[in-house]
């Protein structure tokens, strides 16, 4: 278990490397490279976002692991069954992509078609830089987000596990959709639930968080499945 203390921290550390780094890295890639304001208004803006968010997402997931790294190796240990394991898995998967269907047709039930305005850049990076972002997108996201939603946010209040598991995902739906309107914080919160329940469920932080990278993982191989088939038809 985390201390107050240690929570306030890594907190402090992940919103702050956000803030700073959506400024700071953006401004540092532009004036290496040279970039024109058509090169910035263009193709480049996807390069730089997928740079932006690589380097972010590399610089907390090395900082939140050094600081968590006793977390995740009391955890492994206790790992009794990997048949369970993988079971629980394969369950967390049905869940989360349920949960994200349910999400979507409420979403549309409310007369909204466009996707989220974050999911547009994030896939528009994803074509632009591909390694970059996979690695973003599978590995270094879900580490950093599972850290700080679950580990932290679900252990910092001493309220009861039901409201601590809807405030960190309203928090985990709340951050997905920054830039976007507040109707697609419906998909993101029912994954939140899916997540943080999971990691109630089995108190262990490595079952939610390589849950959420198979996720991730299988996610991304749909999105580029699904240009395949558009590019074929």
């Known amino acids: 278990m985390l201390t107050k203390c240690k929570n306030f921290i890594l907190i402090g550390i992940y919103v702050a490397v956000m803030i700073i780094g959506s400024i700071l890295i953006p401004l540092i890639i532009v004036l290496m490279r040279g970039y024109t304001l058509d090169q910035f208004q263009g193709d480049g803006f996807q390069e730089i976002l997928a740079l932006t968010n690589f380097l972010i997402y590399v610089i907390l997931c090395v900082v939140l692991l050094l600081l968590t790294h006793k977390n995740f190796k009391q955890d492994f240990q206790k790992i009794d069954s990997w048949g369970d394991f993988s079971k629980q898995m394969g369950i967390g998967l049905a869940c989360t992509f349920g949960a994200a269907m349910l999400g979507s047709i409420i979403v549309r039930l409310f007369g909204t078609t466009d996707m989220a305005a974050n999911q547009e850049l994030v896939e528009s990076a994803l074509f632009a830089m591909p390694l970059l972002m996979i690695i973003t997108i599978t590995f270094l996201g879900p580490i950093v987000e599972e850290i700080i939603f679950r580990l932290v946010l679900m252990n910092h209040f001493n309220w009861k596990p039901i409201y601590n598991l809807i405030f960190s995902s309203l928090v985990f ?51 580029f499945w699904g240009q395949y088939m558009l590019e074929l038809y």
């Open 173 to 223: 739906g709340l951050v997905h959709v920054l830039i976007g309107g507040l109707i697609h914080i419906i998909p993101y919160f029912l994954m939140g639930l899916v997540f943080g329940y999971f990691y109630l469920k089995n108190n262990n932080i490595w079952h939610v968080t390589i849950l959420h990278i198979l996720h991730n993982g299988l996610t991304v191989m749909l999105i």
